[in-house]
Structure formats: C-alpha cells, structure tokens
C-alpha cells in the first residue's frame, strides 16, 4: 500500500538513487583517499580538478546525448565516435580555408561550426535513411558507416591531424564564464566573463570555471531533458522504443521519426568533434573513436535499457559523471591507468544487474499487492 | 437501406506470400448501423479491417468513405477521417502510462512563444483519460503507471478509451470482450448501443454469438478469406451462423 501510494513514475525515480548514490560515495571515497596518497596539499574536489572533470565529460556526454534518445527508441548508433572525429577534420578544414582566404577569424569558425552542422545533418540522414526505409538493422548500418567515417576522416585529413589553424580560436574552446584567481595577491577573487590580465608569476593561480564547452554542453543537456520529457519529440521516442507497431498504429510518423533520432545523435557528436578543434586548435581523425564505449557506458550506467523504451537524459549525465570521477580519482591516486579501463567496465555490468535486480524487486513487490 | 453507405469495401483482397488472408471481399457500413464480422480463427477478420483501418494496403479492391474512395497509406490518415479501430492486439505502448496511450499520436499541448515552443500538457490529459474511463465506467488504481502493470481487462478498457474519445465516425472493434469480466463485457456491450444511438457505426469482431444477437443490426460470416454470407440479424439464428462458419452454408456456391 505504501508502495501502491508513492505512484509508479515517482518510485522508479527513487530506486534509480542507487546511481545518484553511488557518484557521492565515490566523490567522498576521492575526497579522503587522495589527500592521503598525494599528499595533503592535493584536493580532490578543488575548483581545478572539479573543472577538469567537467572538460572531461564533456564530449563523452555530447556523444552521450544523442545515443540515450536513439537507444531509447530501442536502435543504437555505433558510428558516433568516428562521426566525431570526421567532423572535427572537416569543420578544421573548413575553417582552415576560411582563414586562408581572409575572413576574419569568427567567420572562419562559423564556417567550420556550419561544416559541422552539414556533417551531422549528412550522416544522420545517411544512417536514418538505410535504417528506417530499408530496414537494416541499426548494428549494422552504424557499424558499416563507422568503418567508412573512419576511412574518410583518415583520408581527409592526410595524417590523423589537421593544424595550421589560427591560434585565436583556442579562445573560443578554452576560455570560461568565470575565473577564479586563489591565493592573496592583489589579483585574487572572482572575475566573470572578462578574463583578468595577471603577471606571469600568478597566471598559474588562476582557474577557469565553466569554459566555454561546458556551456554549450550544459546548454544541450538542458534541451536534452525538456525535449525528451516534455514534447512530443520525447514521447514517440518513448512509444517508438516501447512498441514500434503500436506508435505507427496511432499514427506515429515512425521512420521519420527514427531517421529525427540518428540525425540528432550524429549532430551532437559532430558538435563534439567541433568543440575539440576550438579546444586543441586542431583537427583530429583519432580523437572520437576512444569516446565511443565511454559514451555507450555512461548512457547504461544512467539506466537506459538496451531493449528500448525506458531511461533518461539525467541518468546519463550521471553516468558520464561516474565515468569521469572514477576515471580522474583513479589517477590522483596514482592507479596505473590501465586499471581506469577494468573499474569502468565493472561498473557497466554492475550497474546492469542493479537494474534487472531493481525490475525483479519491483515485479514481486507488485505481485504482493 | 436508402441512405448511402458511410463506409464501402468493394473487392478487397490481401495476400500474405501465397496465402490470400481476405479474398473479393464486400462489405457495406451505413450510419448508426452495427455490424459483426465472424468467422473462424484464421478466416481473415482481423485482415480485412485492418485493410480498413490503414494498416495494411489490399492486393485489390477500393475502400470508399463517406463517399469518397481512399486509400490509406498509414492508419493516421484513417483516424484523421474519423475511423478509430480497437485492435485486437490492443497495440498499446506498454512503456507508457494510461494518459500517454489514450493521446498517442495525438498528444494536447500547451503552445508557448505563441506556438514556437510546445510543451505536452499531462495535466490535462489525465483529466480528459479520466473522464472519459469514467464515461466507460472503468475505475484504474493510477493512471500514472506503465500500462504493462495493468491487467488484461484493465489494458483492454484504455483501448476501448482511447478509440471512443475522439468522437468517430466508425469505430472497429476487434474482439473487444477479450479478456474482460462479465460486467466489464455488458458495459462493452452498452456502449455499443450508445455509440449506435448516437448514430455512430460500428464494425464489431466477435466470437461470442449471443454478445452479436443483442447488438448488431447485420452479420458477415466469413471463412477462409472469403464472406460466405450477409444477413440481417433478425433474419437469422445462431445456429445457422454456425453452419455458416464451419463451412456447412455457403451462399456464394449457392449463387
Ligand atoms: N501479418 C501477417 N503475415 C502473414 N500472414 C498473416 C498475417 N496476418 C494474418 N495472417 C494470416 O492470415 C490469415 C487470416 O488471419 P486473421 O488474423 O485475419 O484471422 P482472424 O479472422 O482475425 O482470426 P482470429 O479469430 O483468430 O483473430 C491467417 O491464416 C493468418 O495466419
Ligand atoms: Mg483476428
């Protein structure tokens, strides 16, 4: 009865605490154990270390974002890694050339954002289209444009790099809402948008807080929830996942839909391939590939079946924020790096069978009634 | 009959590979009418009104509404004519809740930034999902709640709602009774004779022959793919529908 009276909706979001809990016992677990391995000047949770995890997330959740709604409408998309790393050599091409025949800098960088743009809309459709109209299974179809991304990326850019990009746009991927400058020079305190110019000597004492890719993360993860749990874009990826015959019964556009869904997920790689060209003013054919299984983990983590139908965008954020304070914990504590590698996987099959365990918790509880 | 027939199948013929699951098939909808649709397990009921319904497209035949022949391509357009069907599957999301099912497709929302943003209006949907479950007399513990959880009737009664609330033209009912306890069964039937009442149509698919005899105008009896007979139910009895089922009666060899 006590269960009967909570509701469904809202007891599936506190079971799911498991997720939310287990972030603060690893973020406490750093908290003590680094200070203790590196010594005690060495914190954990500094505005440093906290920003660099946030740096770090950031293009495994974008990676993240689009593959939550497309495993939700119960497909998969195997080729956001390489999507990333095709677009970051296109959108450095792009603006490479922009700036070679001279345009100011920003309009060299919207073109290779606009570059970007044309790679996620062009593969997404590629993707969406062989899926939904010539019903391929999306393993498959994701698997064979990963290979060909990979090749093209490849190709394109010559050697896995492409440089010779202004150094004006690292500001546009490394530079933040907020600085914070620590110690008790003149300089110390906050500065907001405007970056203070410092000495040499306190350079080194400044933070950045909130760079300008975490924004733009924020911001789409921002949009990732409200469209998920409260349009109607949300909703038939929901009934699309949930019972694909039933969504075209009731009218459902389904294949235009899925074909919605593939376009959304290899934009938001593309725009994570683009951030990084602003981050490391280069384009890289190999940057994307690594992030791919990171990304796939953070959205199972977040509780996101593979079946189809349930999860959410929150979870995922979760996910990737486990990943990346297991991840960055690890290594303060000097952990060989390999080991990131073994602790991320337990977690994914963990978390797994925290989930079937949750369902068969639920079933039961619902067959006492 | 002298007005026009609402809805008009006219040669309908579907194939699955080399089994023809509805064959030529005939059948006339006028307004305020019941008809019911028997036949076996397998003799191509649930074909053919899904040939109605938009969910399949026949081999042959035309499909006329309300004067106009169509030719749905996806059930949408049906239901944007005003046929609503009650599958027999019950095609329910089992992922999402009561509310979510009724306005699948068709979901209400509140239009921000004069109709740039919309949001979905749950809110509003559950109260629309509960008057209408009220109407049908239907009484579900929480409409919030995954519509897997539900029973079997329970399932069956948010199918019923969803194909009654959008104020139909024809509604097709395949073997609503399914699974439902005997007062949910007469409720069923009740708000057959309402919609009938109110001029509304309706094709309903049943097994159960004295349900058919207390509602319907007409009977069609098909049997392996074809209508083997059309009859004014007050010109029949069940036990000639039954010699008409199993094969006993055929009038198309008669003819
Ligand atoms: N999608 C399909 N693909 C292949 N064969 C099908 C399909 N749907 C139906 N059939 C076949 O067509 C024939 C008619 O099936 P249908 O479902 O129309 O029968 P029915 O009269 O509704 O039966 P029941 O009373 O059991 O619901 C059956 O032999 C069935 O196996
Ligand atoms: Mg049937």
């Known amino acids: 009865m006590a269960i009967d009276a909570i509701g469904n909706s809202v007891l599936s979001q506190v079971v799911r605490l498991w997720a939310w809990l287990f972030l603060a016992i690893l973020i406490v677990f750093f908290i003590t154990a680094v200070p203790l391995v590196s010594g005690d000047t060495v914190s954990f949770l500094s505005i440093r270390n906290s920003q660099n995890i946030l740096v770090a997330i950031t293009p495994i959740l974008l990676l993240g974002l689009g593959q939550t709604f497309v495993i939700i409408s119960g497909g998969i998309d195997l080729s956001v890694g390489w999507t990333m790393s095709f677009a970051s050599v296109v959108s450095a091409l792009a603006l490479r050339w922009g700036y070679q025949i001279g345009l100011p800098i920003p309009l060299a960088v919207l073109m290779g954002f606009c570059a970007t743009l044309a790679c996620g809309v062009g593969i997404g459709l590629f993707n969406g289209t062989i899926i939904a109209k010539l019903k391929v ?4 179809v994701t698997l064979g444009s990963a290979f060909i991304l990979r090749g093209l990326a490849l190709l394109f850019s010559e050697n896995t790099t492409v440089i010779g990009l202004p150094r004006q ?7 933040s809402l907020f600085y914070f400058v620590r110690g008790d020079s003149e300089y110390a305190g906050f500065y907001f948008l405007t970056k203070p110019e410092l000495p040499r000597a306190v350079l ?27 349009t109607r874009f949300g909703r038939y990826t929901y009934a699309i996942g949930g019972n694909r015959e039933a969504a075209i019964r009731a009218g459902i556009p389904v294949d235009r839909h899925v074909i919605k869904l ?9 725009l994570a391939g683009f951030l990084s060209v602003l981050r490391f003013t280069a384009g890289s054919a190999v940057i994307g590939d690594p992030l791919l299984l990171s990304s796939i983990a953070a959205v199972i983590i977040g509780g996101v079946s593979l079946f189809g139908g349930s999860g959410s965008v929150i979870g995922t954020v979760i996910g990737a924020l486990i990943i990346a304070v297991l991840t960055t914990g690890l290594v303060m504590l000097n952990v060989a790096p390999f080991w990131q590698f073994i602790v991320v996987g337990c977690v994914v099959i963990l978390a797994v069978l925290i989930d079937q365990s949750r369902d068969a918790i639920k079933a039961s509880l619902e067959t006492r009634q | ?16 590979g080399g089994l023809v699951a509805a064959n030529n098939v005939d059948l006339d909808v006028y307004p305020g ?7 076996d397990n397998g003799a191509g009921k649930s074909t053919l009104i899904k040939c109605i319904s938009g969910v399949y497209a026949p081999n042959a035949g035309s499909i006329s509404f309300e004067g106009r022949e169509t030719r749905f391509a996806t059930p949408i357009e049906a239901r944007d004519l005003g046929i609503e069907t009650i599958y027999q599957d019950l095609a329910l999301a089992g992922n999402l809740d009561v509310p979510s099912n009724v306005f699948l497709g068709r979901e209400l929302e509140h239009q921000m930034l004069s109709g740039l943003l919309k949001r979905l209006d749950n809110r509003r949907m559950a109260e629309e999902t509960q008057r209408v479950l009220s109407d049908l007399d239907v009484k579900l513990p929480h409409l919030d709640r995954p519509v897997e959880t539900l029973s079997g009737g329970q399932r069956q009664a948010v199918a019923i709602a969803r194909g009654i609330y959008w104020n139909a033209k ?4 395949d073997e609503p009774t399914n699974n439902l306890g005997v007062p949910e069964q007469k409720k069923v039937l009740e708000l057959i004779r309402r919609l009938k009442a109110s001029g509304v149509p309706v094709i309903l698919i049943s097994h159960t022959l004295p349900d058919i005899f207390a509602v319907s105008d007409r009977l069609v009896v098909m049997r392996r793919g074809c209508k083997v007979t059309e009859k004014n139910v007050a010109d029949t009895n069940a036990e000639e529908v039954v010699q008409y089922m199993i094969g006993a009666l055929d009038d198309t060899e008669a003819a």
């Open chain 1, 137 to 140: 299974p999306p393993f498959i």
């Open chain 1, 169 to 175: 746009i690292r500001d546009f991927g490394n530079e």
């Open chain 1, 204 to 230: 080194r004492e400044m933070d950045r807080i909130i760079t300008y890719p975490v924004l733009v993360t924020a911001i789409f993860v921002a949009m990732a929830i409200y469209l998920l749990r409260a």
């Open chain 1, 262 to 270: 593939y376009v959304l997920a290899s934009t938001t790689a593309c």
């Open chain 2, 1 to 16: 009959m002298t007005a026009e027939p609402i809805l008009s199948v006219r040669g309908v013929t579907k194939r699955f």
């Open chain 2, 33 to 39: 009418e019941v008809v019911a649709l028997l036949g």
């Open chain 2, 170 to 173: 024809l509604v097709i009912m």
